[in-house]
């Protein structure tokens, strides 16, 4: 078992901020991630065939809620969430799947990991992928060779999901200050962490779609999602759940479609 760094009060909490609201699926962000990891300073991304196969550190999964006048479409991007109680790193049995203690990010040690898969089963998220072709599991480093990167402008010391982001959805910060620029988008906007019933502690926070300025949303109505299932929930309300509901019941959703 791999142990976690002590917790320590005002540590820095390095996360992504994601709204929900402004996000419009064009996955470049998914892009751009897949293309600093496959050539930037770490490279830790194999995949040497020109196809949408492979390891993907985030993808983005494309929902229809609601129906007529009041349905509109909810864009939901999905990566590593930098938990602040892993249970892929305490799953470890070589201690591969890590911590940092100085900002919170998890990482994968491809030279200690056996690729076992156990991390990947003890997220409940879905961040884990296997490299088949290094044979070592992979996720999300929140670009850590890019941000620390003092060669590197400032404003360009960001994750390149969020450089590269057109509409702005996607916001980088410290969340474990109070004071940040993303702990103020969070707490203006009602920003909620995901499955909080499961103690894992998500650093990465999600802004609620905006109600409608034609009207409120949908209260229930028949949904469908773009993998062809229909459910007769609205996601666009458990989407837009306040910190109360944390949007969980969304997510359990999302799992069971994309489970199938």
Not at 82 to 98: F, K, L, R, W
Not at 117 to 133: I, M, N, Q, T, V
Not at 160 to 177: E, K, Q
Request: glycine residues 8%; hydrophobic residues 30%.
């Amino acid at each position: 078992m791999t142990c976690l760094p002590e917790a320590v009060p005002g540590q820095k909490k390095l996360g992504l901020v994601i709204d929900l609201d402004t996000c419009v699926g064009c996955h470049a962000c998914a892009v751009n991630c897949k293309e600093w990891n496959a050539s930037g300073h770490s490279g830790p991304l194999t995949d040497y065939q020109n196809t949408s196969d492979g390891v993907w550190f985030n993808r983005v999964h494309t929902f229809e809620a609601g129906q007529g006048e009041t349905s509109r479409t909810v864009n939901f991007p999905r990566s590593c969430l930098h938990c602040e109680e892993p249970a892929c790193v305490t799953v470890c049995p070589t201690g591969a799947s890590y911590k940092r203690a100085e900002d919170g990010i998890v990482l994968v040690n491809a030279d200690t990991c056996i690729g076992c898969k156990l991390c990947s089963w003890a997220c409940p998220y879905g961040a884990r992928e296997f490299d088949e072709d290094d044979g070592v599991m992979k996720k999300c480093t929140l670009c850590v060779d890019k941000i620390y990167n003092e060669n590197l402008p400032e404003a360009d010391r960001v994750p390149a999901c969020v450089a590269t982001c057109p509409s702005h959805a996607r916001h980088f910060g410290d969340l474990g200050d109070p004071n940040s620029d993303v702990s103020i988008l969070v707490a203006e906007r009602g920003g909620y962490e995901l499955m909080p019933e499961l103690g894992y502690k998500p650093v990465n926070r999600y802004l609620p779609p905006r109600p409608r300025k034609n009207g409120p949303p949908p209260a229930s109505a028949a949904s469908s999602s773009s993998c062809g299932s229909n459910e007769n929930i609205s996601l666009l309300d458990l989407a837009m759940k306040k910190p109360d509901g944390k949007g969980s019941a969304f997510l359990r959703w999302a799992d069971r479609v994309l489970s199938r």
